[in-house]
């Protein structure tokens, strides 16, 4: 009990930063009826540790509960609240006010994904380019058939693929790459990154399968190493790295 | 030509990107080893077209040169819209602009070479 | 099946190199300066083969080549020519594998490896070839 009011003390004498505002302008648009995007302003107050989804959920809560966003752990795990932030494909949750050093925030659903409506967006096509380059382990035996041993694995040969394992499919990467913004058909970065995801697991022995997949007019050629993909990636996935990693074994440098 | 993989046609791409740099490198110093615009004059153009390994090199440069270039166009145009009949179009439309400069520019090397201007 | 909006970015999301840093100013250029090498190369062909009209068709074309703009023109090509290559050898490493770093635990903040100096001094060093390549043309045709 003293504890709890010594927690309580220290609280109530933890001097609060003084709240500044922000102009919050977020598109609305939704596909069914209306013809155009439109955008709504708000002013919020914040403090140091608000976050671009904390603005939105005031909005939600005193102003307007009608705007459409998808999230859910608010911890940039989940990969739910990707949206353009003042231009570019960010993880609401993961983007504190202060640091986009603007006094006026626009909000805006992520490019090259079809628009469910306001703030969020469909993801089919991510899911099933990712699905397309079989995202699991491929191989004839299996570790939960008994007299199966665990598939062991030392660390150096986790490091190879633990990185692009970090993938929350957010779908930021697919939302900076230059190819996407045209390309209707390009199987994208997140998917490439975890064909390479799984072709650098050392218990995987799908390579070949995978390689074949990736390898036509619209896989892993297309993608001419801009690296917008990495910039964005809120988990240091590095898609950029994977591709080129993935491109060296179609090259004959890796195999 | 329409089912060659893609890595295959990358690699012929990247391949004559390499090949075109040193051969166009000898080409542009070729125009340098004379006084840059008396290189261009009629006798010394006539001259250089006649010399066998020259005009040889010229062939290949324009071969080089145009698969490059037409195929660097189609990833271009793939890129920018798709759809089956479109994609076909670019695809053939650019390997019948290839074929085209190539044989085009051969006219030029080969009649010259053989004096028939 | 019905027809959706995809909200793809589209050209001008493509070609707009002011918010992912220099790597995007690379690839608009390198695709520019395809391009124009692309055309420069159609119309070589086609200014070569004039020749074939003897010495006073040959001489009327150099007449045409050898004006201010006729130079100005060759000594972009010169830069276009100059950049395509470099960063043409950078961006073929890279597609190679090289110079992209190794795949390893990554740790906040996340900067990509892929996106290190090297190929960034690569980006930067095509381009002050570029550059010194045009000058140096230029100095060549308008010093004669």
């Avoid at chain 1, 659903?109 to 491929?138: C, G, Q, T």
């Avoid at chain 2, 012929?12 to 070729?30: F, K, P, W």
């Avoid at chain 3, 250029?29 to 006073?56: D, Q």
């Amino acid at each position: 009990m003293a504890q709890v009011s010594s927690i309580a003390e220290e609280q109530a004498s933890t001097p609060l930063s003084p709240s500044k505002s922000v102009t919050l302008r977020i598109a609305r648009f939704n596909p069914e009826h209306d013809s155009e995007r439109k955008f709504m302003e708000f002013t919020i107050p914040y403090k140091k540790w608000t976050t671009v989804l904390d603005i939105i959920l005031e909005v939600k809560k005193y102003f307007d509960h009608s705007v459409a966003v998808r999230y859910s752990c608010r911890q940039a795990t989940c990969g739910s609240c990707g949206m353009k932030i003042n231009g570019k494909p960010m993880l609401a949750c993961f983007t504190k006010i202060t640091e986009l050093d603007s006094d006026v925030i626009t909000v805006e659903p992520m490019n090259n994904f079809p628009i469910i409506r306001d703030l969020a967006v469909r993801f089919e096509r991510l899911f099933e380019s990712h699905h397309k380059i079989k995202p699991y382990l491929i191989r004839d035996d299996s570790e939960i058939t008994s007299n199966e041993k665990e598939f062991l694995q030392s660390p150096k040969e986790v490091e190879q693929y633990i990185q692009f394992a970090n993938c929350i499919k957010c779908g930021l990467c697919n939302s900076a790459c230059p190819t996407m913004a045209t390309d209707s058909s390009f199987v994208g970065p997140q998917a490439l990154a975890q064909a390479y995801r799984y072709v650098a697991d050392s218990r995987d022995k799908g390579k070949n399968s995978r390689l074949k997949i990736i390898d036509e007019s619209h896989g892993i050629w297309r993608c001419h190493f801009a690296g917008s993909c990495s910039q964005v990636c809120p988990k240091g996935v590095d898609p950029a790295m994977g591709i080129q990693l993935l491109r060296g074994y179609l090259l004959g440098f890796r195999s | 030509m329409s089912k060659m993989r893609e890595s295959v046609i990358m690699k012929i791409h990247y391949g004559t990107a390499l090949a075109a740099v040193a051969l166009v490198a000898v080409h542009i110093l070729m125009r340098l080893t004379l006084n840059f615009a008396e290189s261009l004059e009629y006798e010394n153009v006539i001259a250089n077209y006649q010399f066998i390994p020259y005009a040889g090199m010229l062939e290949i440069i324009l071969i080089l040169l145009s698969i490059h270039g037409f195929n660097g166009l189609r990833v271009i145009l793939l890129e920018l819209k798709q759809g089956k009949v479109y994609e076909k179009a670019v695809s053939y439309g650019c390997v019948a602009a290839m074929v085209g400069l190539i044989a085009y520019g051969s006219r030029t090397i080969l009649m010259v070479n053989m004096g028939m201007v | 099946m019905e027809h959706r909006d995809e909200n793809k970015e589209g050209i001008g999301g493509m070609i707009n190199p002011r918010r992912y840093g220099i790597e995007r100013v690379a690839y608009l250029l390198m695709r520019l300066s395809g391009l124009g090498l692309l055309a420069y190369f159609i119309g070589h062909i086609y200014e070569t083969s004039l020749i074939l009209k003897g010495e006073v068709g040959w001489s009327e074309f150099l007449e045409l080549t050898q004006t201010t703009e006729g130079h100005v023109l060759l000594a972009i090509v010169i830069a276009m020519c100059v950049f395509h290559t470099v960063n043409g050898i950078r961006v073929m490493l890279g597609e190679g594998g090289v110079g992209v770093g190794k795949p390893a635990r990554p740790d906040y903040p996340y900067i990509p490896a892929s996106q290190n100096v090297k190929h960034k001094i690569g980006i930067y060093s095509a381009i002050v070839l570029a550059a010194i390549a045009m000058l140096y043309g230029l100095g060549v045709m308008f010093g004669e």
